[in-house]
């Protein structure tokens, strides 16, 4: 067990959003609700801020947003449970963004401890968290959080809009409460009686709900824990579902932007004249940092970017890939900024002739987002108030920083969101909202749509920063002694929470250390430092954020010292999981188990074999590669994970293996290069992922052990990298440290 | 000057320049956005339509080019009249955020009308243009063979 006391005492201060907006609030604005933003039509009624009935049935808001992991699905699914309510009469919108649609579940990361061994003050503790969220409204879609954050809350406000509309009909039909039964949308009565929700609601929204509802109990469960038919799958497969990029609007323009490449830099002139003479350019803007081109069509105001002549001034960082790194290997040996695991006593342990000692460094670098849709977003300035249409993950903050950059009240902007076209954290960052939302200030009545060029999109993201550790490990008869690790890399958290509060939290960066120190493994001696490198880059949240370059440099090391210690890596795992966590002890044997991982190897295959406890789920990875003709390929992979109640199954499996493909893409061939303070790769040929035949064949196996709903969206990213690198060094024997793996050896295809 | 061209049966005349991308054609003149943008190089098979039934990427087909009756995506099929292959999408429940998915469906149906019974070193040899950031792949497979089932009437 960790040392609850010990790490309470080190790094109390909260170290991510708690604290940011350093305030305190009474009772009774916590427990008091809040105003159900909704605003219905003619003829619609909102019941609660997530369901509101008309005439055509009901529509349940998911107030997340939809990049592909299924909450337009799996959030519904909880509201429809209890409302009752057939699967094939839901429709599901987004809604508006609002303080009602806080996410609590963003606090349960905020601890300074490991999350595996919860204790019931710990729950306490981020439940009493949860008030920073409601107030400050955080409507964010991201840290895996939307089930957990959702489970009950959904689930009760389904409940209490079944309840409100039960008693209008008791009061109508004058019949006792408990008489009536709710089924697809009706409320029935007995003697063959039946009301549909849309004849009760205008009378239902007029009795005060229930303070208090029993929720079912997951054996009378209908939809949850069933695969549900996606409700956007027939959109999406037949063209008609709408991404920000697909917004269409009467006298539409088009536009796209060209900011300094060397990012954060200056613009120090421009010319415009030779793309002001192409046909169909209509203006070109003066954005202070880079311009915007409006056109008559996305490719014009392209071609015509290209043609402005454009003077950059330098960058605010180190401008090569390698001075970059030298700074972030320099921040090893500063002090760190946390040591949120120091068990047993790594400095004054005995080392005894037998004992092995190892040490490595790591380095990965840094990574793009390249979601499928680029950057774009669309906006109407009609002079007192301005509408954006975008595919964002913080609704809230991005009506917020286009108020602020064009002069208006946020109360005066509405930002619609639409699908996104990817996520991955990219699209929990308002800089391409802002942009449209300058150019549309520039030409007030005109609706623009500003698409940046997949060149642009990757050369101006939030990067999941370059990393660098520094790992020494003790094997004592076979087991893992001691392990110290120090991290080095600039801080994602600090960054990202100035620009959406203001200000960077003070106290321990956890989400810096994440995957490394928090991981549930017994070994009695085990320190984790984080450093902080000071650098201008914009970094920013990556699918699993610390984890996923923790997550390497962790199961790498493990690794390593089971190879040092003659033990077979799978079982070396074991023995240290299983005297800390249960769960991730199970993963690793159902992996064990579907690999057939103790069977002997044909002649010229490898396996390797990782496991991650992230977002409250453990997941592991076993991989199997095979020699072709001297090129590597994948061939088969298994995951398990410990989603403690499995919701929605088939998405569960997608999104492990979507959380997989995307780790492994990254650790085969993905780095983003810095020359002359810019970013190299702007393209998909220079920035590939993997692609339909290089993909392992996948098995899924999901357990519910774990006591509490876990993340899915991101904890199969983090084991995906080193899973592969132990399996080619399980078939090479080289030992590679540092990514993207495609450095030192060749893949297929 | 207008140009002619005529898209999921319907025929249009335009007045855009002969250089423009069919992919900007459909996209911002014709209102059809089931056809993405993913990179303009034909590195991502996001904008994937056919021409004549054979799949290209429209972001490489200059208007003036265009030799064939075109066909994208809302072409195919419509939501109460699936293609085979949307239906196995659908069946299998492929998508993730769904950006590619237009650029995959439209890749997978020119396969199978050449290559009725695909095997999948066919499967991925058709469609390692089509990239999927989600992670789509081993149900696109799956989601292919089986629209190959139903086409075959098997």
């Known amino acids: ?23 305190a609030f009474g009772v009774y604005q916590y427990r008091r609700d809040l105003p159900n933003p909704l605003d219905p039509g003619e003829g619609e009624v909102a019941l609660n801020p997530w369901v509101i009935i008309d005439q055509q049935g009901v529509t349940l808001i998911a107030a997340r947003a939809e990049m592909g992991q299924g909450v337009y699905t799996t959030l519904p699914a909880l509201l429809a449970e209890e409302l009752d309510v057939a699967w094939d009469d839901v429709r599901v919108i987004h809604g508006p963004a ?28 981020v439940e009493a968290m949860s008030i920073l969220p409601k107030m400050i409204g955080l409507q964010v879609t991201g840290g895996s959080t939307s089930t957990l954050d959702a489970y009950d809350r959904l689930r009760r406000a389904g409940a209490t809009a079944r309840e409100v ?115 169909g350019v209509e203006r070109v803007i003066d954005l202070g940092t880079g311009i915007a081109v409006v056109a008559t069509n996305t490719w014009i105001a392209m071609q015509a970017a290209e043609a402005v002549i454009i003077d950059w001034g330098p960058a605010p960082y180190p401008e090569t890939s390698e001075a970059l790194m030298a700074a972030i290997r320099a921040a090893l040996d500063d002090a760190p900024d946390s040591m949120l695991r120091d068990q047993g006593d790594v400095d004054a342990m005995d080392i005894t002739p037998s004992d092995r000692v190892i040490e490595a460094e790591y380095t990965v670098p840094w990574l793009a987002h390249a979601t499928m849709e680029p950057m774009n977003a669309t906006a109407h300035h009609q002079g007192d108030r301005l509408e954006i249409w975008a595919g964002t993950q913080a609704p809230g903050f991005a009506e917020a920083a286009a108020a602020q950059a064009v002069g208006l009240e946020p109360e005066a902007v509405t930002c619609h969101v639409t699908y996104l076209g990817g996520g991955f954290g990219r699209r929990g960052e308002s800089d391409f909202i802002v942009l449209a939302a300058r150019v549309a200030d520039a030409m007030p009545g005109t609706p623009v749509q500003v698409t940046w060029s997949r060149e642009e999109d990757m050369r101006h993201d939030f990067y999941r920063p370059a990393a660098c550790a520094r790992m020494r490990g003790v094997i004592r008869n076979g087991f893992a002694h001691a392990l110290e690790g120090r991290v080095a890399a600039p801080s994602v958290t600090r960054q990202s929470m100035a620009r959406l509060t203001g200000q960077a939290p003070p106290g321990p960066d956890k989400g810096h250390v994440e995957g490394m120190f928090n991981q549930p493994y017994a070994i009695p001696n085990y320190r984790v430092t984080g450093h902080l490198a000071d650098l201008a880059v914009p970094v920013g949240f990556w699918r699993s954020v610390g984890n996923s370059f923790n997550g390497f440099f962790m199961e790498s090391f493990v690794d390593e010292m089971a190879r040092a210690g003659g033990r077979d890596p799978l079982g070396f795992r074991l023995d240290l999981a299983e005297r800390e966590h249960a769960p991730s002890a199970g993963v690793l044997r159902a992996v064990a188990q579907m690999s057939g991982w103790n069977a002997p190897r044909p002649q010229g295959t490898g396996m390797g074999v990782a496991m991650t406890h992230s977002f409250h789920t453990p997941v592991a990875v076993v991989i199997e590669v095979q020699d072709q003709g001297g090129a590597i390929a994948l061939t088969r992979a298994w995951i398990a994970c410990d ?35 810019a970013v190299v790769e702007g393209n998909f040929p220079d920035y590939d992922a993997l692609r339909q035949h290089q993909m392992p064949r996948v098995e899924v196996r999901i357990l519910e052990t774990s006591g509490h709903i876990g993340g899915v969206g991101e904890p199969a990213t983090p084991p995906a990298a080193p899973a592969l690198a132990n399996a080619i060094f399980d078939l090479t024997g080289e030992r590679i440290r540092d990514l993207p793996l495609n450095r030192r050896v060749r893949f297929t295809g | 000057m207008a140009t002619t061209l005529t898209v999921n049966g319907t025929t249009h005349s335009v007045d855009l320049p002969d250089d423009m991308p069919l992919l900007w054609v459909l996209r911002d003149a014709l209102d059809l956005t089931g056809t993405k943008y993913g990179c303009g190089v034909a590195a991502c098979g996001a904008c994937t339509v056919q021409i004549d039934g054979a799949a290209v990427r429209s972001c490489q087909v200059a208007l003036a080019d265009v030799w064939g009756e075109v066909t994208t995506i809302e072409g195919l099929g419509r939501p109460d009249a699936l293609h085979a292959v949307q239906a196995a999408w659908v069946a299998h429940q492929v998508a993730q955020c769904g950006y590619c998915q237009s650029g995959q469906i439209m890749q997978a149906a020119s396969l199978l009308a050449e290559t009725p019974a695909p095997t999948d070193a066919d499967i991925d040899a058709a469609l390692s243009g089509n990239l999927c950031r989600c992670g789509t792949y081993p149900r696109i497979r799956a989601a292919v063979q089986t629209a190959a089932a139903t086409l075959r009437g098997a």
């Open chain 1, 165 to 279: 509309l039960k008693q209008a009909a008791a009061t109508r039909l004058g019949l006792p409460l408990g008489s009536l039964e709710t089924r697809d949308g009706r409320v029935i009565a007995p003697g063959g009686i039946s009301i549909a929700y849309a004849d009760l609601a205008e009378e239902a929204a007029r009795i005060d709900p229930p303070r208090r509802v029993d929720l079912r109990p997951a054996s009378q469960w209908k939809y949850l824990g069933r695969s549900m038919p996606r409700l956007d799958m027939v959109e999406k497969v037949t063209g008609r579902a709408h991404f920000g990029i697909d917004t269409r609007l009467p006298g539409l323009r088009f536009a796209t932007v060209r900011m300094c490449p060397r990012l954060g830099g200056a613009m120090l002139s421009f010319d415009a004249s030779a793309a002001l003479a192409l046909p």
């Open chain 1, 1 to 23: 067990m960790a040392n609850w006391g010990k790490i309470a005492r080190r790094g109390f201060l909260i170290g991510t959003a708690a604290v940011a907006g350093g305030v």
């Open chain 1, 98 to 125: 609002a303080q009602a649609y806080y996410n609590a579940g963003l606090m349960s990361h905020a601890l300074p401890s490991t999350d595996y061994d919860r204790s019931a003050i710990q729950d306490m503790m």
């Open chain 1, 643 to 677: 989603v403690g109640r499995a919701l929605d199954p088939s998405i569960i499996e997608a999104q492990m293996v979507g959380g997989l493909v995307y780790g492994l893409s990254a650790a085969m061939m993905e780095e983003i290069r810095f020359a002359d303070g």
